[in-house]
């Protein structure tokens, strides 16, 4: 899942830029793999979705979502003009809709990430079908999940809080049962985008992508409906609506699954998506996608130097949930 209006954008941002981080340094690894140096930013609300903050040389702020989903960072036109930065077409070519930039002198919290590399395109949300009005974007762009590459990320929703370390020297051991983070494309052509096993509903395994602007808890795709037993609770008449997702969609919304991870039991009688006989989406390896509305009951961990996954529990009395974008 993707925020589509302008999917076929940064797919052209993948095709030319398939390493982002090709053109600045990390920071110098002066921690030893014990003993990863970790800060302590919050979790920020923009409009129901994940984000939290970054500051640049220039002394301006960003406010940039968590998309777990995309593999390119991404600026809009309207933030990074202000910047000052330099704003360079893709392989030379004057008409594409996506640019690159990098910005000097990124940190999160005290962190420093680098002269940062975005792509650069307009974030306007363009509607899926004719009449829907959807909110404007609600950051300034996003942090994908190739920003924290050989990083170790914790998404608190909980409390709020997200947590990251430094660039690791060796993968860190997962403190119980986890699952392999795995790069897939969208289709066979389409952007990657990251996926991972180990989440059941109702006691049958589901290979699913990761996308944390993704509101709602659990997609499942039409090809793993049958193989899933989920015929019947796929005919749910009962839509919602999810502005942020491929230009606005209503998605069909069944109540009563078991959702789990690993031997975690993530809640029953939770929510489950459908897409409708109106939504033609495209062909995946992997059987739905996970969003925040299940990612939520728990701590999400991917430690991105080992390529793992795994959610924890924990650690005190949560904090009620970021409110959710409007419905209807």
């Known amino acids: 899942m993707k925020l589509l209006a302008f999917w076929v954008a940064l797919s052209l941002g993948v095709a030319a830029q ?6 600045f340094k990390l920071p110098p690894e002066q921690n030893t793999p014990q003993q990863p140096r970790v800060i302590e930013v919050p979790l920020l609300d923009c409009s129901g979705l994940p984000c939290l903050e970054m500051s640049t040389a220039s002394g301006k702020t960003l406010r940039l979502l968590i998309d777990t989903a995309e593999a390119n960072s991404y600026l809009d036109i309207k933030a990074a003009q202000p910047l000052g930065a330099n704003l360079q077409a893709l392989n030379g070519d004057t008409v594409s809709q996506v640019q690159q930039t990098v910005v000097p002198g990124a940190k999160i919290g005290d962190l420093a990430m680098g002269d940062f590399p975005f792509m650069v395109l307009d974030t306007t949300p363009q509607p899926n079908q004719p009449g829907d009005k959807l909110p404007p974007f609600p950051a300034d762009g996003a942090l994908t999940y190739r920003a924290f590459q050989n990083r170790l990320l914790r998404i608190d929703y909980g409390h709020h809080v997200v947590r990251l370390s430094e660039p690791l020297d060796s993968a860190q051991t997962c403190p119980q049962t986890c699952s392999d983070l795995v790069v897939k494309r969208i289709g066979s ?9 180990g989440f059941s509903v109702n006691g049958q395994p589901v290979e699913a992508q990761i996308d944390t602007l993704f509101t709602g808890t659990l997609l499942i795709y039409p090809a793993s409906i049958e193989k899933l037993g989920l015929k019947k609770l796929a005919k749910a008449k009962h839509k919602e609506f999810f502005p942020f997702t491929q230009g606005g969609v209503r998605l069909a919304q069944a109540e009563g699954a078991t959702e789990s991870f690993q031997d975690l039991q993530l809640g029953q009688g939770l929510p489950l998506y459908f897409f409708t006989a109106d939504d033609h989406p495209n062909a995946v390896s992997f059987d739905g996608t996970v969003g925040s509305g299940l990612l939520n009951h728990a701590t999400a961990v991917f430690d991105f130097k080992g390529m793992h996954f795994w959610l924890e529990t924990g650690g005190g009395a949560p904090k009620a949930a970021p409110p959710r974008p409007p419905q209807r």
């Open 18 to 23: 398939t390493d982002p981080s090709r053109d």
């Open 189 to 197: 052509y389409g952007p990657a985008t990251l996926t991972t096993g």
